[in-house]
């Protein structure tokens, strides 16, 4: 079951710790079936990444953050890592998927994200790609990505406890 607006409120400012803190103006972000996560920082890649089956080998590339120029930054076609305003609580009752804004893909470019599991907690980060051979201009705090959230039929067995947990 998807969760409401009136659901998501409701754990916004009534459940401890609250689903979602730090967010810019509750009345915006909230949306019928979802919660918007704003542009914190955006960074471009310096390096490649490793990935094996059990994280032995796992490095995540290094980045370097691009500074906003009069409240923008413009970019070209090519992969960012996002970074968020928001803190997310996911308690071990739901689950989140992240969805991009339709003016973000009007404007050929979208968000790729992985699952928040039951018990994450952080500031979450997510891959932006711009399609458009012309670019694209984001503004500080821009709401890039709708989280939807799913109630679970039932608790799971375990909950997050990867690196990720506590992402600042």
Same mark, same amino acid.
Do not use: C
């Given at each position: ?52 089956? %059990?994280?032995?080998? *796992?490095?995540?590339? @290094?980045?370097?953050?691009?500074? /906003?120029?009069? !409240?923008?930054?413009? #970019? ?40 928040? %599991?039951?018990?994450? *907690?952080?500031?979450? @980060?997510?891959?932006?790609?711009? /399609?458009?051979? !012309?670019?694209?201009? #984001? ?30």
């Amino acid at each position: 079951m998807i969760l409401s607006d009136v659901e998501i409120r409701k754990l916004i400012l009534e459940h401890d710790p609250p689903l979602i803190k730090d967010y810019i103006n509750l009345d915006v972000q909230l949306q019928p079936a979802g919660f918007d996560l704003t542009l914190k920082t955006i960074h471009v890649f310096n390096d490649a990444g490793v990935i094996d089956f %059990d994280n032995k080998l *796992r490095r995540i590339p @290094r980045y370097t953050e691009l500074s /906003f120029e009069k !409240n923008k930054v413009e #970019l070209k076609q090519g992969s960012y890592l996002v970074i968020f305003n928001e803190k997310v609580n996911i308690p071990p009752f739901l689950v989140a998927i992240g969805r991009p804004r339709s003016s973000l893909l009007r404007s050929g470019a979208t968000v790729h994200t992985a699952l928040w %599991d039951p018990g994450y *907690r952080g500031r979450s @980060r997510a891959l932006l790609v711009v /399609f458009n051979e !012309n670019g694209i201009t #984001l503004y500080r705090n821009a709401r890039l990505l709708q989280l939807v959230f799913f109630r679970l039929k039932e608790k799971p067995g375990k909950l997050y406890s990867g690196i990720y947990l506590e992402e600042k």
